[in-house]
């Protein structure tokens, strides 16, 4: 059985909780977009502190499991080793188990400043990035001349000519466009590259082959998807979006896999809503609500600690991604945030100039003024944490699940109860 796991908001769904509770079944954990701008968290153990992963794919934990990072990935080597090395202080051999695909893009350092002085200069427009480069990785990439993959690594000769002209065109760019006086240095992001080349050799492989060939041998592939479809370049909350398709859509084009490799598409959302950056958010409670969710949940960025804006559900929004991933099941995370609150509402319709809408609006200018309609729930006080199965929640937090899930039209088979890998319930 292969599944793709794929955020159904806009990130931070809790993907990597459930990419490791399902790694238990899978050969192959595969993650294909995106880059160190996603954190994913995993709490093996409450006793012990959670794994951040931004990069390395969150089955890792599971010493059976081949982890892949394919070409859809913009690659960011000094996170990566990064990590590996972290990893490894907690007896887990990473190396052992990853390969990288040598079409993935390198995120430089010059991305990484790219994307700051961009932000920079924009004011109040900025898009409230993670400044982890991925915008202008994926830029180059589009360009062409001025990219360089993984692959590239591998033939010094060539990456030395490619560098030397596009350190030259950076350097250009960042003086004209924002003034910068603080040129790049050629010598020390080769000697970067150079030591890249030799910690990452063994581990550079055709993904696109490797990924035909355990398909062709019916080994369990896991898909982990990273950001959320609401942050999809093309079909989300555009310009207020990252730069690549972070919904299910992105999966075959990220792979070399086509679509129909995929059995199961398993949506992740939150039992409310979270955003980090700027954009719209309609059902955004800038409130004591959005506070105690806040508190409560520890709704605070993974890679960047910033706080992250919360709101209550948005049926409208989750059954927009489920009609684009085209997904087949849903887990529905963080229900034990939501006790204590008296009441709860979740969004079911957006009305614009007076009229209800039929469709998720493309315009960002439209969803900025949409105005929510909401239904009220009953809410509940109990505490979630222990609880083992769907029929023990407290009647009010069932009923919760079980009307989004008639709104969303799609099962909501798991739901969690509490960061831990064993805090998920099952339904039918
Ligand atoms: P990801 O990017 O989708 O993997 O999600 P993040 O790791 O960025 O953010 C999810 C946060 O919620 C992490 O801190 C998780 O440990 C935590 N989490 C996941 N599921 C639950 C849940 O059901 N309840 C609570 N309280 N925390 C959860
Ligand atoms: P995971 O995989 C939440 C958001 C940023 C910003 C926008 C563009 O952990 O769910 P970027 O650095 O990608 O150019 O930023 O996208 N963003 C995320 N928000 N979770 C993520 O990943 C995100 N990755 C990017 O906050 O609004
Ligand atoms: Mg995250």
Redesign the pocket.
């Known amino acids: 059985m292969n599944i793709c796991i794929v ?1 159904l908001q806009w ?9 490791d509770r399902l790694s238990e079944k899978a050969d192959l954990v595969i993650r294909y977009s995106g880059g160190a701008n ?6 093996r153990d409450s006793s012990e502190e ?1 794994f ?1 992963l931004h990069l390395m794919p ?1 089955g890792i934990l599971h010493e059976n499991v081949l982890c892949v990072i394919t070409n859809g990935v913009a690659l960011d080597a000094e996170v990566l080793l990064g990590e590996i090395a972290g990893l490894k202080k907690r007896g887990i051999e990473a190396k052992n188990n990853l390969r990288i695909s040598g079409r993935a893009h390198l995120v430089m350092d010059y991305h990484k400043k790219q994307d700051q002085l961009s932000e920079d200069s924009l004011g109040k427009a900025k898009i409230g990035t993670t400044v982890r480069g991925i915008g202008p990785c994926y830029s180059d990439k589009v360009m062409r001349t001025t990219a360089l993959r993984v692959a590239d690594l591998q033939n010094m000769d060539g990456l030395k000519e490619k560098l030397k002209r596009i350190v030259e065109y950076k350097n250009t760019l960042f003086a004209a466009l924002y003034d910068d006086n603080e040129p790049l240095e050629y010598e020390p992001i080769l000697e970067k590259c150079q030591y890249w080349a030799e910690q990452l050799a063994p581990i550079i492989v055709d993904t696109t082959e490797l990924l035909h060939k355990a398909w062709g041998q019916n080994k369990n592939l896991l898909f982990e998807g ?3 479809t609401l942050l999809d370049l093309d079909h989300g909350t555009f310009p207020y979006v990252t730069s690549s398709n972070a919904s299910a859509v992105g999966l075959p084009a990220a792979t070399g896999l086509p679509g129909r490799a995929v059995d199961r598409y398993l949506g ?1 959302c ?1 039992a409310y809503s979270t955003r980090v950056g700027a954009g719209p958010f309609p059902s955004e409670q800038d409130n004591k609500i959005g506070d105690y969710i806040r508190d ?4 605070y ?3 960047t600690g910033r706080p992250r804006r919360c709101g209550w559900f948005d049926a409208v929004a989750v059954e927009y991604s489920i009609r684009i991933g085209g997904i087949n099941e849903v887990v529905m ?5 939501l006790s204590g609150l008296k009441e709860l509402k979740v969004c079911t319709a957006y009305h614009y100039q007076g009229k209800k809408l039929d469709f998720f609006p493309a315009e960002e200018s439209v969803l900025s003024q949409v105005e929510c309609e909401y239904e009220t729930l009953t809410g509940f006080d109990q505490n979630l ?1 222990a609880v083992c199965s769907f029929e023990d929640l407290p009647m009010a937090a069932q009923q919760y699940v079980q009307r989004v899930e008639e709104i969303l039209g799609v099962p909501i088979r798991m ?6 890998r064993e ?2 319930v099952s339904r039918g």
């Open positions: 955020g990130g931070d769904e809790g993907k990597g909780k459930i990419v996603a954190g994913h968290t995993v709490v959670s951040k969150s990273a950001q959320g992740i939150k409560k949940g520890h709704e960025g993974t890679t995370q963080h229900l034990d945030t944490r739901v969690g109860v509490g960061p831990g805090q998920l």
